[in-house]
């Protein structure tokens, strides 16, 4: 055999290889999920006085809507930017491998974009808007949190209750894009909301479960600026998953960053009856609104994964807000 025609068979036989992967049916298990979110520059409340934010949502809500899928699913993405809005918008999913220039672009008032991805890796991943200044997209609200499941439900323990948690910074001067680039945020939010999981703030909520149970949190940290140190008070993290993926897996953690952009899977047992806040120990985020005390009593009643969003304040508040004045 010539050497050209050795290379040709080599040629042939890749081609028929990549024929073959071509063919290769997806996964019996293997889902696809039509997933639409619209952008919308709306109001939300922010805090236990009812204090409105000129947001920029995904879906009217902060954080937006969370998506959950399983490894190897496909996911069919369509972004709405209404004809209404007054700003470029787009979408950057952590959890896919796609091209950015040709995915992530902005889109203007009136356009629509869609485009599709197979979540290849379990985990907890973050996504935003990536329109510029992407810092002031994320700032305004433009956030959220996909779960995707391990195909091996064995891959880790099974929990009791799951919440997701997201963190970010309030910028009170929605439109001050410098104040963001200074890291001059006036609060921390959980789930965009200041104090939102805190009982003794009027309007304030909780986080339930009942003593013994694995709680498992999906923690995303939408910055988009500062590190979180996720701790709980009174506990310590049985378990904590990078990313959320299962193989990466620490065990007995008190605090563990999370940097903007990323995410973590956090498990604790809580082991009596009483109230564990969880906050990121980095105090100057804490104080500012970064605590959801997790409230551990027999009669825990089951609540979804990201209780109040959006957050509707009834009652104006009268009591504490426990941030520095200057
Ligand atoms: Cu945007």
Redesign the pocket.
Same mark, same amino acid.
């Not at 700003?87 to 787009?90: D, G, I, S």
């Given at each position: 055999m010539t050497q050209s025609s050795r290379a040709s068979c080599l040629l042939a036989g890749a081609a028929s290889l990549l024929a073959v992967g071509i063919t290769i049916p997806s996964p019996v298990w293997a889902k696809t999920h039509e997933i639409a979110m619209t @952008?919308v520059e709306t109001d939300v409340v922010i805090d236990g006085s009812g204090e409105k934010y000129a947001a920029?949502t995904f879906n009217g809500q902060m954080p937006g809507p969370v998506v959950r899928v399983s490894e190897g699913d496909t996911v069919k993405f369509t972004l709405t930017n209404p004809a209404e809005n007054k700003?470029? $918008? @787009?979408m950057d999913f952590h959890a896919a491998e796609i091209d950015f220039l040709k995915n992530y672009r @902005?889109i203007n008032a009136g356009e629509t974009i869609s485009y599709t991805f197979v979540a290849k890796k379990p985990g907890v991943f973050f996504y935003h808007?990536? @329109?510029p200044p992407?810092i002031q $997209?994320v700032a305004?609200g433009?956030f959220g949190a996909i779960i995707v499941d391990p195909q091996d439900a064995k891959a880790w323990r099974k929990a009791d209750r799951e919440y997701v948690l997201i963190q970010s910074e309030h910028f009170k001067n929605p439109g001050d894009v410098q104040a963001m680039f200074d890291r001059k945020f006036d609060g921390m939010m959980f789930n965009g909301g200041i104090f939102k999981y805190h009982p003794f703030v009027t309007g304030g909520g909780k986080l339930d479960a009942k003593p013994g149970e694995r709680v498992r949190i999906y923690f995303v940290n939408a910055g988009p600026n500062e590190f979180s140190a996720f701790h709980p008070i009174g506990e310590i993290w049985d378990n904590v998953y990078e990313s959320g993926n299962p193989a990466n897996s620490l065990k007995g953690m008190q605090t563990y960053v999370v940097g903007p952009g990323s995410a973590a899977t956090f498990d604790v047992v809580v082991e009596s009856a009483g109230a564990y806040p969880l906050v990121t120990h980095s105090l100057t985020g804490a104080l500012r609104g970064a605590i959801a005390v997790l409230v551990a009593s027999p009669d825990a009643k089951p609540a979804p994964l990201m209780p109040m969003v959006p957050w509707k304040v009834a009652t104006p508040q009268t009591e504490i807000t426990p941030v520095p004045t200057q």
């Open positions: @952008a920029w700003n470029p $918008h @787009a @902005a808007c990536g @329109a992407m $997209h305004r433009m």
